[in-house]
């Protein structure tokens, strides 16, 4: 085993504490704990299945970002999916996202997150999930299109999490979201309680709302209206001149001890990106973790790094997984450091770039 692979392998690990953490906190609503031992057995086959591809030659990560479609119905600042994943070519059509959710449950990845752009705004993407409940799907929503009817169905598919976009208070989420965008997080998070469905909630932290963000009474108001989930994700300056949105190293190391006290102190679950990745031994993208595909099928290393050389209407899954982009990433000797709470691949772009200009494309056959 080398150094490299250490991240990957200690990411698989740190699944099985977060399925067992589920459990913990869950222990409480016997229907919930229930769901969550069952959610991690489903993830031990999973593992037994990736280590099978293993060992016939294909490397497949636990854990895969899927933007399922560019639209969205609000323009919030700063979206890295407005800003890097615009093209003008169509999205994966229905038909092929099905099958691509049914190649990941059989190639035995656990754990998908959806993000778009507003995947509620994708036709039948709910109809897709619920073929498939072997993989547990995280639902990332700005949550205006959560009515009752969606509400419903997600209340009948437990293995779907919705993870609702709020950036702290009200000033602070309308300010980025658009006016009305925090009263539409509470209404969802009001009808989601209603109906006993765990949900989440996913921050973008900026230097502005990070102390908001953070704060123990922010997030204890948060707890008491159902959220048992928190995803906070460091800014990734991807508009131009904003830099200075990005945490400062004081807040990366404050951040740090916050979420090692919360993990101890609070009934939910935290999940931080880069921060998570840091503690497992560096950046996990390109596969050795998880990847990204973008809402026109490219596969890329992650949703900061917008480079491909394998695309889903052209290839499979099992056959885009053997990418020499993501390969050459992986086997890389460059240290993709995340020290400083800033993605290793977003610092290193260019170099990202080169890889991709120079690895030959895989053409339908």
Not at 72 to 93: F, K, M, P, S
Request: contains cysteine; glycine residues 6%.
């Amino acid at each position: 085993m080398t150094n490299r692979d250490k991240p990957g392998i200690a990411f698989e690990a740190s699944l099985f504490d977060v399925f067992r953490t589920a459990s913990r906190i869950t222990i409480s609503d016997p229907g919930f704990a229930l769901r969550a031992l069952r959610l991690m057995r489903r993830q031990q086959k999973a593992a037994k299945v990736r280590d099978l591809w293993g060992q016939l030659g294909t490397h497949v990560p636990p854990f895969v970002i899927y933007s399922s479609t560019s639209r969205c119905n609000l323009q919030c600042a700063g979206c890295y999916a407005n800003i890097l994943h615009v093209a003008d070519r169509d999205e994966l059509t229905s038909d092929r996202t099905a099958t691509l959710m049914q190649e990941a449950r059989d190639l035995g990845i656990s754990v998908m997150l959806l993000a778009g752009g507003e995947p509620l705004l994708r036709q039948h993407i709910l109809d897709h999930t619920a073929a498939t409940p072997e993989i547990l799907y995280l639902l990332f929503t700005n949550g205006s299109l959560l009515d009752e009817s969606v509400a419903t169905r997600l209340k009948r598919q437990r293995h779907v999490v919705p993870v609702l976009s709020i950036e702290g208070d009200e000033s602070k989420t309308d300010a980025r979201r658009g006016s009305g965008a925090h009263q539409q997080v509470i209404d969802a998070m009001n009808l989601l309680r209603g109906k006993r469905v765990f949900f989440g909630t996913s921050t973008t932290l900026t230097r502005e709302n990070f102390e908001l963000a953070t704060d123990e009474a922010h997030l204890r108001d948060l707890i008491r209206s159902g959220c048992r989930l928190f995803y906070f994700i460091n800014y990734v300056p991807v508009e131009s001149d904003t830099d200075h949105l990005q945490l400062s190293m004081d807040q990366v190391k404050e951040l740090e001890a916050r979420l090692a006290y919360y993990r101890k102190r609070l009934p939910c679950l935290f999940i931080a990106f880069p921060h998570d990745e840091m503690a497992l031994g560096g950046c996990l993208a390109a596969g050795r973790g998880f990847l990204h595909i973008n809402a026109f099928g490219d596969v890329e290393p992650c949703p900061f790094s917008p480079y491909s050389d394998r695309n889903l209407t052209e290839v499979s899954l099992q056959e885009a997984l053997h990418s020499p982009l993501l390969l050459s990433i992986r086997e890389s000797d460059v240290k993709l450091d995340e020290t400083d709470g800033r993605c290793a691949l977003w610092k290193r772009k260019d170099w990202v770039q080169g890889l991709a200009d120079a690895s030959p494309r895989k053409e339908k056959t």
